[in-house]
C-alpha cells in the first residue's frame, strides 16, 4: 500500500477529493494532510476524515523559504510517505526540497500547461481570448509548473465568463481529475491521462 502525503494552503477542496478516492482497492492510502498555514479551512477537514494533521506557519520564516521547508519537512518525514501530492499549495518549493520526493511529487495546476504557469492562470485565459481553459497534474520538478504532465482536462470559456465562474468551472473538473491521476500514478502507469 502506497502511503500519501498532501500539502494544502486553502480550503482543500482538492485534498478532501483526493482522500476520499483512496479507499477499497485503491492502492494508496492518506497518511498526513500538511499546510504552511494553521488556519487553512482544509485542516479542519482532513482532521475530520480522521487523517492525521500538520502546520507550519510560513510567516514565522520570513524571508526563509530553507527555514520555512526544513521544520515543514519534520512531520512529512515522519509520515513516510511515498507520494506528495501538492493541493492548492501556494508556496513555491526550493530544489533543494524538491529533490527530495523526485518522481513521487505531484501537483495540479488551473490550467492547460504548459500555458498559464504561475499565478491568475483564469484571468490570463480569458484576457488572452481563448475559448479553452482547463487544469493539469503534473511531476514536481524545480522549474514552477513545468513537469511531466500526467493529465489533463478541459473545459470550455463561455462568453460572459469571469475568473471566479471559469474558475469553478474548472475547479469541478479539478476534482475528476486528480482522484484518477493519483490513482493510476500509484499503479507505476505515468502515461498522460486526458479527460
Ligand atoms: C485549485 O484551483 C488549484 O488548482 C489551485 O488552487 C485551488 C485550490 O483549491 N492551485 P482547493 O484548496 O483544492 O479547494
Known amino acids: 500500500m502506497k502511503r500519501v502525503a498532501i500539502l494544502i494552503s486553502g480550503s482543500g477542496s482538492n485534498m478532501v477529493r483526493l482522500v476520499e478516492s483512496m479507499t477499497g482497492d485503491h ?3 492518506p497518511v498526513l ?3 504552511n498555514d494553521p488556519s487553512a479551512v482544509g485542516l479542519q477537514k482532513a482532521a475530520g476524515l480522521g487523517i492525521a494533521t ?3 506557519d510560513h510567516s514565522r520564516f520570513p524571508q526563509d ?3 520555512f521547508e526544513a521544520e515543514l519537512l519534520g512531520p512529512l518525514l515522519d509520515a513516510s510517505p511515498d507520494i506528495l501530492c501538492l493541493a492548492g499549495f501556494m508556496r513555491v518549493l526550493t530544489p533543494k526540497f524538491v529533490a527530495k520526493f523526485t518522481g513521487r511529487m505531484l501537483n495540479i495546476h488551473p490550467s492547460l500547461l504548459p500555458l498559464y504557469p504561475g499565478l491568475d492562470t483564469h484571468a490570463r485565459a480569458i484576457s488572452a481570448g481563448d475559448s479553452e ?3 493539469t497534474v503534473h511531476e514536481v520538478t524545480p ?3 513545468s513537469g511531466p504532465i500526467l493529465g489533463q482536462v478541459r473545459v470550455p470559456i463561455l462568453p460572459g465568463d469571469t475568473e471566479q465562474s471559469l474558475a469553478a468551472r474548472v475547479l469541478e473538473q479539478e476534482h475528476r481529475l486528480y482522484p484518477a491521476v493519483l490513482r493510476r500514478f500509484a499503479e507505476g502507469d505515468r502515461s498522460p491521462l486526458m479527460l
Open 27 to 29: 492502492p494508496a492510502r
Open 54 to 56: 500538520a502546520a507550519v
Open 33 to 35: 494532510v500538511a499546510s
Open 65 to 67: 523559504r530553507a527555514g
Open 133 to 135: 481553459a482547463g487544469a
Open 143 to 145: 522549474e514552477l509548473d
